[in-house]
């Protein structure tokens, strides 16, 4: 279990967060509002999306602009590349130091890093950006298929060697033994480590593994403020989700008994 600001990840019903999908600061900082105002315990900022300027002095302002609207939210910096689904191509070096400067400012309380970019940048980066106090969320995305489920906990074995706070998997399903597959990823995981995860399956067909995650042990899940915001195919806007987690609530003594 994770404890930041005094909310329990991966205790009782998954945490929901939402994205800031904002193109300039003036919609950045209106859905930083909204987000305030909802019942989700982190705010995403997807970076990615942000075309108002490529500067990294700038990207932080806007960082440190959020925070400050922000305080008793868990705040997820997020950059995702072309390759993992983003919405602008980045460099090896672009990332690393984008990450780095956002760590610095010790604004942010956990940090979306790619799988894909951690295998390239090494232990070292990932130790970097913790010793600034943010902690990882280790991401890996296949927009386009479901990995066999060797590869996707052979993934999270490796997230946890590098130093993941959680591990986060999301996947394109093809049909629903796809979906299926996905929420028991935890369960078999458990048999290597003890890493955190957020599993999503994605788009329409996936949107069951959202709402299912206190039983299937998914510690986070993805909504989004609006339909229009959303960052990923199959979120679910924020009140709704909510309504449903809360209605799928499985109470303590409920999830501890055993059928004789």
Known sequence: ??????????????????????????????????????????????????????????????????????????????????????KRPVSLKMYHDLCLSAASTQKVDMMDIEFGKVEFLGRKFVQDLKIQGAKILMSSHDYDQTPEDATIIYRIGVMNQFGADIGKIAAMPHNLQDVLRMMNIVSRSRAFNELPLAIISMA???????????????????????????????????????????TLHVKEQQMNSHPL
């Not at 859905?31 to 909802?38: C, D, F, I, V």
């Not at 602009?65 to 689904?85: C, D, N, Q, W, Y």
């Not at 339909?227 to 195919?233: G, N, T, V, Y």
């Open 1 to 86: 279990m994770l404890e930041i600001k005094n909310v329990k990840i991966g205790a009782g019903s998954p945490k929901m967060c939402v994205p800031i999908t904002g193109k300039n600061t003036e919609e950045v900082a209106e859905q930083a509002n909204l987000a305030k105002q909802s019942l989700a315990e982190v705010v995403e900022w997807r970076a990615d999306l942000f075309e108002e300027s490529e500067e990294i002095e700038d990207i932080m302002e806007t960082l440190e602009m959020i925070a400050g609207i922000l305080p008793e939210k868990i705040f997820l910096f997020t950059f995702r590349s072309v390759e993992e689904g983003g």
């Open 204 to 246: 329409d067909l996936g949107k069951v593994t959202r709402i299912t995650g206190e039983i299937t042990g998914s510690v986070l899940t993805f909504g989004s403020l609006e339909e229009e915001q959303s960052s990923a195919p199959g979120q679910i806007p924020i009140d709704e989700l909510q309504f449903i987690l809360e």
